[in-house]
């Protein structure tokens, strides 16, 4: 018999989440992301408790696959923030997030990624919420791995931080 058991100390939530475009990947060597250009990846600061990372397995005529949905609240509107969001969404992503206990995972690699696409909700009486809401997705050969928390440009290492460089925000 095998025990599959719960963890202890669970804190659950997802802290951090980055947008790499398959444009930009060079190479993934073990866990590890090698990229051309160091301004061609996002950092996304989603509302607290609101970034939601579900896989599903899935088995058809193909085989083993997994259907991986992300989703995230931006809260607020801002031009910029519309025209960044309007421009990036058209391409496919190699997401790399960080969970609360500290560990980086990704999802994706340089030849499929995830489509992202966006809602913007202007927020009534009833419902105060005014922002977007961010969604990537993707059938995929495989569930999120583990990742280095920094990309690698040549032999530079680069942290995987909110700098507010690369950030998406308000």
């Known amino acids: 018999m095998e025990t599959i058991n719960r963890i202890k100390d669970l804190s659950p939530g997802i802290v951090k989440l980055f947008a790499l475009p398959i444009y930009n990947i060079e ?21 607290s408790d609101s970034i939601l990372v579900e896989y599903e397995p899935l088995k058809d005529d193909p085989g083993d696959s997994y259907q991986i949905d992300i989703s995230g609240f931006l809260p607020g509107e801002s031009i910029l923030n519309t025209k960044k969001l309007n421009i990036i969404r058209k391409y496919r992503y190699l997401i790399i997030y960080q969970e609360s206990d500290g560990s980086f995972r990704m999802i994706g690699n340089y030849n499929a990624g995830l489509q992202m696409s966006i809602k913007y909700n202007s927020g009534n009486r009833d419902n105060q919420t005014k922002g977007y809401y961010v969604y990537f ?3 995929l050969l495989n569930h999120p791995k583990p990742s280095t928390p920094y990309l690698k440009k040549g032999n530079d290492e680069i942290v995987l931080q909110d700098d507010g460089a690369t950030a998406a925000t308000n």
Do not use: E, M
């Open 27 to 47: 190479k993934i060597v073990n866990d590890t992301v090698f990229i051309k250009d160091t301004n061609a990846y996002y950092l996304f600061n989603f509302a």
């Open 137 to 139: 997705s993707a059938k």
